[in-house]
């Protein structure tokens, strides 16, 4: 088949496809900020509200950053069905 580089078809080709990068681009912009404000905003907002802390940030001087479990010693039974 012969295929023309030059012509209307094929700018029209270009500028369509061009046109739809540029859509796409603003959609997933739009889209994505959506999300992040909502989604991550609405969920920071709740955390302040409840003052749950989810990181220590506290700088002290310690031996070890560590954090202490005190799991304690179980009967061997209760790790058999963890999950």
Request: hydrophobic share 40%; aromatic share 20%; proline share 1%.
């Amino acid at each position: 088949m012969f295929k023309m580089k030059t012509g209307f078809f094929f700018g029209f080709k270009e500028g369509t496809k061009k046109f739809g990068e540029n859509i796409s681009t603003l959609v997933n912009v739009i889209l994505l900020s959506f999300v992040y404000f909502f989604g991550v905003g609405i969920s920071r907002l709740i955390i302040k509200l409840s003052g749950k802390k989810l990181l220590d940030k506290k700088f002290e001087n310690k031996q070890t950053y560590w954090s202490d479990l005190n799991i304690g010693n179980k009967p061997k039974e209760d790790y058999y069905s963890q999950f």
